[in-house]
């Protein structure tokens, strides 16, 4: 089976997670079993570049559940936060009562070096939608090894009503 996408554009700037394979389908821990070759497709205005990475599929199925949460609160000023466990790919999200998400994405190609590519994404609630659609399809290839019940209800905060 050829890896699969995740994508994520507002037209002027994209990120794309590809998926590859697991690393370690016969392991014996879970964890190991969990590990999944990825890659970090970005472009933007000012650079564009990739990189490999390790993310796990447990860490994909929170990612969903977070992105649900948002979408769950429409008409709500909403704050969340996600970082994959090596760091590689930080996000804050920012929903607005109409229905608008600002991303603001960090990627840190080496999880070793202090230096981050910093970029936002304006979204939609169709385009979040898109992408837990992706995380959907992504899961169901390479379905978590580690069981999670991750329920975002603390990460995901109002908005500090505006001054």
Known sequence: MGALGLD??????????IVRRQQFPDAELDWDRDALDATVEVETIHF????E?????????NLRSLLQALLDQPGHDVVASFEFRDVALEANFRSRRRGAFIVE????????????????LSLNSVQLTNWIEGLNRLLSRFPPAIPTNYIPTQEISRADPPG
Request: glycine share 8%; net charge neutral.
């Open 48 to 51: 564009r570049g990739s990189f």
């Open 105 to 120: 994405m960090a990627l840190r190609p080496n999880p070793a070096d202090s230096e981050r590519l910093a970029f936002d």
């Open 8 to 17: 994520l554009s507002d037209g002027y700037r994209s990120l794309r997670l």
């Open 53 to 61: 990475t390790t993310v796990w599929g447990h860490e994909l199925s």
